[in-house]
Every structure is written in structure tokens, then in C-alpha cells.
């Protein structure tokens, strides 16, 4: 199954409701919206610094990657990205098939 990265920051009203609602019931809520997409939950941190969450999840594919971000986006209470995680084997074939692609840098 696919693996993603998700990570951001809440925004004023996010902020809010992890302070009423604490940050086992946001973890919680987020591994059911994983899990009602037929996905798993890795990991769930809070951090310092620029992002304030990171996730790390399993869904089936890139449209339910995407229905998560968009209904959690939705929200007004999260702004977040994305990141689609490779293996190092799926590197490997990417690497592989970056030989026979075509193609004219700018200028040349």
C-alpha cells in the first residue's frame, strides 16, 4: 500500500481545539479518517518549528491521499502538504526507467 507523508500547522481555530480537545483525541480523529479509507496510521507527532503536526500514513491510493487532504483541509483548521513516499526499491525501478525517458533540456 502506498505510504504518505502529511505534515502542517494549525491554523488559529486549530490551535483552539487541540488545546480543548488535547492531542490523543487529534490523533485519534486522524487515525479514523486514515482508517475510513481503507488506510492505515504509521505515526503521529506534534512538532516545534515550522510544522506542527506529521503524520505518517498507508492509504490505497493517490485519490484517497488526496480525499484525506482535501476533507481535512476542508476544515479551515489545518493547512498541510502532502508528500508521496517511495521505496528505495520503487526508487530503484524510477531510476531505472529514467534511462529510456526522452527528453530536451531548455535551451539546447
Known sequence: MPKYLYHG???LDGVRGVLTDGGSRRRDA????????????????????ADD????VDVPDN????????AI????AFRG???VLLTPEEFDAA??????????PPGR
Open 9 to 11: 500547522s494549525y491554523t
Open 30 to 49: 486522524a487515525r479514523q479518517a486514515v482508517e475510513s479509507l481503507g488506510g492505515t496510521m504509521d505515526a503521529f507527532y506534534f512538532a516545534f518549528g
Open 53 to 56: 503536526v506529521v503524520v505518517l
Open 63 to 70: 485519490v484517497s491521499a488526496a480525499a484525506l487532504s482535501l
Open 73 to 76: 483541509g476542508a476544515t479551515g
Open 81 to 83: 502538504t502532502t508528500t
Open 95 to 104: 531510476a531505472s526507467k529514467a534511462r529510456n525517458v526522452r527528453y530536451t
